[in-house]
């Protein structure tokens, strides 16, 4: 059984930044695109950032572009997400989340979810 499961998040004020990791149970982890996810209150889940299996292609959505940068150790078996000049538009509920197919780019358009932990908070505010 995957189990995904992600940390790092808490309260920062605006401007400042956070990094949140996410630590997956898979024995073919590094075959896999990954993704961070997010769903603020009252929202819907969106996309916020994505990596290839092979970690030489990323994708942001444009809210976060500049600002925020995935990355992936597949020796550990991690995948993390820098994020700085945060806002109080970025407070939200963050969740890693595992494409459901392999060698694949993982792009915005195309990531689908197949496996996601129970997420992090990430709070912005003053």
């Known amino acids: 059984q995957v189990q995904v499961v992600e940390s790092g998040g808490g309260l920062v004020q605006p401007g400042g930044s956070l990094t949140l990791s996410c630590v997956v149970s898979m024995v073919t982890f590094s075959n896999y695109p990954m993704a961070w996810l997010r769903q603020a209150p009252g929202k819907e889940r969106e996309f916020v950032a994505s990596i290839s299996w092979s970690g030489r292609k990323t994708d942001y959505a444009d809210s976060v572009k500049g600002r925020f940068t995935i990355s992936r150790d597949n020796a550990k078996k991690m995948v993390m997400l820098k994020m700085n000049s945060l806002t109080p538009d970025d407070t939200a509920l963050y969740s890693c989340?595992?494409?459901?197919?392999?060698?694949?780019?993982?792009?915005?358009?195309?990531?689908?979810?197949?496996?996601w932990g129970q997420g992090t908070q990430v709070t912005v505010s003053a």
């Open positions: 989340a595992v494409h459901r197919r392999a060698y694949e780019d993982g792009e915005r358009a195309s990531f689908d979810p197949g496996y």
